[in-house]
């Protein structure tokens, strides 16, 4: 079965304007693998709202969708974003030389992956 993905819109608990996404997309359903991807209004970062719902959705991914494998993809520069997704559990796999394009030239980017452990599994 085919999954466009799934996307969240944050908002602070007082106020329903929208701050941020987040959300799981690049589904393969067969290897039970996504890829989770993030933004947040730089006003509201530092703030630990992403840590908070990066964590709801990679539960709701294992719990709902059986993901066993959530990969990242994030700009080297980008120390913040490294640093949430090492507190979320994600290791660094690797670096894709040239692995994404933008401003126009091409730039290395780094691949995290968090795998899902379930309780008491070995």
Do not use: K
């Not at 990679?58 to 709902?64: A, F, L, Q, S």
């Not at 974003?81 to 994404?100: C, H, K, M, V, Y």
């Amino acid at each position: 079965m085919r999954h466009p993905g799934t996307r969240w819109g944050l908002c602070l608990r007082e106020d329903d304007r929208l701050i941020g996404t987040c959300g799981l997309f690049g589904w393969n359903a067969g290897w039970r693998q996504c890829t989770i991807g993030y933004e947040l209004l730089p006003r509201h970062q530092g703030a630990g709202l992403m840590h908070e719902a990066l964590q709801a959705a990679i539960g709701w991914g294992h719990e709902h969708r059986q993901l066993h494998r959530i990969e990242a993809i994030v700009h080297p520069d980008n120390q913040p974003s490294i640093t949430l997704l090492r507190r979320l559990g994600f290791e660094q796999e690797g670096r894709l030389r040239d692995g994404a394009r933008w401003g126009g030239r091409f730039h290395d980017m780094l691949l995290f992956a968090h795998i899902h452990t379930p309780a008491g599994a070995a």
